[in-house]
């Protein structure tokens, strides 16, 4: 019997949230999810549906949620249900709202140089997410992130204080996984446009961690 997954997507359309969720979508499908997308955040709010799925993926950047849609996502992730997301898709949703950040682990604040060259540093090669995946480069946006603590870090990246001399040698985490009561939440900040997840080890990263994430 196959897992459903739900994917949502909308917010600030630089992000392509259409097409990343339209390129991951496949990939879910091909590891066994019955995936299901939407283009609003209705679903959140309704027990039934949140109760019936096994993961949620959502990209949408900025924008703002409604308090019974905030209500019904915590409360759906705390009871069990999966969450895994990328890049502002799930750590730059709803700037305002502290409880989701508290839960996602992380919140953007800054993507030094805009699409820049960096390495992604594998920390926790043991790891079945990361497992046979060494150190790989991206062209993209490298983002700069307040982190929760307690996020079990898997991949970083070093920047090198070409733009902000300040954070020369900051060693910033990329990938983490983490708890969220009964709830498995994962993140990569890797896939700021679709194009991003043509790298072998972000699609391959984004996968597995989808399927950790879920229940």
């Known amino acids: 019997m196959s897992r459903t997954a739900l994917m949502v997507w909308g917010g600030w359309e630089g992000h392509e ?19 299901r997308i939407s283009d609003t955040l209705d679903a959140y709010a309704d027990a039934e549906t949140m109760a019936a799925l096994s993961l949620l993926v959502p990209c949408w950047t900025m924008g703002d949620i409604l308090p019974e849609q ?17 890049h502002g898709g799930l750590c730059d949703s709803f700037r305002n709202h502290p409880a989701y950040q508290f839960m996602t682990g992380g919140q953007w604040v800054e993507h030094p140089g805009g699409i820049v060259d960096y390495t992604v540093n594998i920390i926790r090669p043991e790891d079945p997410i990361t497992a046979g995946i060494g150190d790989f480069a991206m062209h993209s946006e490298c983002y700069y992130l307040h982190v ?3 996020n079990e870090v898997l991949a970083t990246t070093t920047f090198s204080g070409d733009v902000y001399p300040w954070i020369a040698a900051c060693v910033m985490p990329v990938v983490w996984k983490r708890r969220y009561g009964a709830g498995r939440v994962f993140y990569s900040a890797l896939g700021h446009a679709a194009t991003d997840f043509d790298v072998p080890e972000a699609m391959e990263i984004m996968k597995r961690g989808c399927l950790w994430a879920a229940r």
């Open 70 to 86: 905030e209500k019904g996502l915590l409360e759906a992730v705390r009871g069990g249900v999966g969450i895994a997301g990328w």
């Open 148 to 150: 929760d603590p307690s």
């Open 17 to 35: 949230p259409r097409q990343c969720v339209e390129k991951v979508a496949p990939v879910l499908e091909a590891a066994g999810f019955d995936v």
